[in-house]
């Protein structure tokens, strides 16, 4: 029995777990959302305690940790967390690895949960494939001959950033029409929030109205998910929102096919679950994108909110 | 001594050579221009008349091919031309295995100048790159972790096909401002000849008028080589679709550094040479498109009109 220590470092959550390698079930499993104002020390401390209450009785043979934001995968070293205060810079592959006399891997999630997916999930047997998130943002991670490609300083897989339309509304990275821009959630939300504050006297009819009632005229509340339910009576707003979502992470997709030519892209997060017609967009605008020899497929993650620390075991197992 | 046979089969000529593996001089070297209405046959033809002449008293220890078209790199098949008939499906590996009882390899023309450029030129000792040529059409090759990347089914490399401008001209894919439809060397003479054909009326001052005196008025001499030759000359038309080559290359290169983040990018082929301007807006708009902290660098190629029969050499040591 080999057991492997899992820790997932999310922008508001943390999560370990312990699994035997060769099961797909886990055996303890503890939770702890980030307190108000969480720094890297709060984290460090949860974490600890949570590791210290899992591995009473046992000793894992490796740790494997996803960390929520760009991580050094070779030294272990976290460069920053954009969610979380006081990360720059923090060895947690060594702090971890000098407490727990254990071999410890780490690396960001997009590239964990690509290799989550591609070794126990949707992604099974796909030696090479592109995992995305659409979600609070757009992120992605490669599955290359079976193996992560991180890229040359561990960058790759910013698929958000991809620029699909030079003409489309300005990214919070200074550029216009990226993936992330137009297929994100938060994004969704405040082009449908600015519309109705600042378009009203043009609203036809259906424009917005069962979104305005789904948050009762309070524009604050309107989120990617409300977007995506309006859509779903049919409010016109949300539907083209929706699909210019769906269409910017399509045209996004089939330029990625047209380059790297993978077997399988796997999509996961909030946003891929707005429904039948999000996908239908999404996997015609890519057909179309790519060239006619490029073929692949685009399928649903199948790992959930637990990607991050299966793909952590699936980590661990390469210090074994 | 191991010698390699290097061959090379273009869209419009043949060209044959062989070196000593340690050496970076050809020690024999044959080249042919296809004839008019040429096909397969006839290009087999040439090609082996080259090759026996070549090989006269020596026995190279592999053969290389690099071919302009789409190539099953496993099995060493074809699967067409596009410029020259008769290539579809021939076992091009096989047939030349069974006529010189040589190990062959074979590889399109994109891959295997990636691989030049990787071994012998301006690539050396970067493990991650992308090459590019920018000339009739707009193609790529990969060497990540110091090996071709070919994709799922040897289609990777097409950042010619990759959208960057959804509102921009219809391309011959049948997609709207694809890298190759703005960048390439046929589009720009064709963009400048229909500028001046059918908005002759609002033509203003240098609008032009140094394009129309470089061929004679007789636009149909117009060609990627003449336009740069205009811009160089300040002529304003020149100089903006000169431009748009440049920005439409340079957000595709973003892309790709988000996308992957190799080391180093290669760019190839006659559009290249359009002098200083260009070069300085693809670097510029590169740089733009990619996040801060995506770096790479963005080099001419080194090989020239040999990079695929360099590249051929690389890709026979492989089987040596």
Chains 1, 2 share one sequence.
Not at 3 to 11: E, P, S, T, V, Y
Request: glycine share 10%; aromatic share 6%; proline share 4%.
């Amino acid at each position: 029995m080999t057991l492997i220590l899992a820790l997932d470092f999310g922008g508001t959550k943390l999560a370990a777990a312990i699994a035997n390698l060769d099961s797909r079930e886990w055996l303890r499993y503890e939770r702890h959302f980030s307190p108000v104002n969480a720094d890297a020390n709060t984290d460090l401390k949860i974490m600890r305690s949570l590791i210290h209450s899992l591995i009473q009785g046992v000793t894992p043979s490796a740790i494997g940790v996803s960390f929520g934001g760009p991580v050094d995968a070779i030294t272990g070293k976290v460069r920053l967390s954009h969610h979380v205060a006081g990360w720059e810079n923090i060895p947690l592959k060594d702090l971890l690895e000098q407490e727990f006399s254990i071999p410890t891997v780490v690396d960001n999630d997009a590239n964990i949960a690509a290799l989550g997916e591609y070794r126990f999930g949707a992604g099974q047997g796909h030696d090479s494939l592109f995992y995305i998130t659409i979600s609070t943002g757009v992120g992605g991670g490669w599955i290359l001959n079976g193996k992560p490609w991180r890229g040359a300083a561990g960058m790759a897989g910013e698929i958000g950033h991809t620029v699909v339309d030079p003409c489309g509304p300005v990214c919070l990275c200074g550029k216009r029409g990226c993936v992330e821009r137009l297929a994100s959630g938060p994004y969704m939300a405040k082009d449908a929030r600015e519309f109705l504050l600042n378009e009203s006297d043009k609203i036809e009819a259906n424009q917005g109205q069962i979104l305005r009632s789904l948050v009762n005229n309070n524009l604050d509340l309107i989120t990617g998910k409300v977007v995506s339910e309006a859509a779903s009576q049919r409010d016109e707003l949300a539907l083209n929102i929706l699909y210019k979502s769906a269409w910017a992470l399509g045209v996004g997709i089939g330029n990625v096919a047209n380059l790297i030519n993978p077997q399988q892209f796997v999509l996961g997060g909030s946003v891929t679950k707005a429904g039948k017609n999000w996908w239908s967009v999404v996997q015609k605008t890519a057909r179309e994108t790519a060239l006619p020899e490029v073929n692949f497929e685009i399928i649903p993650a199948m790992l959930g909110d637990d990607a991050p620390l299966w793909g952590a075991v699936a980590l661990a197992e390469s210090v074994l």
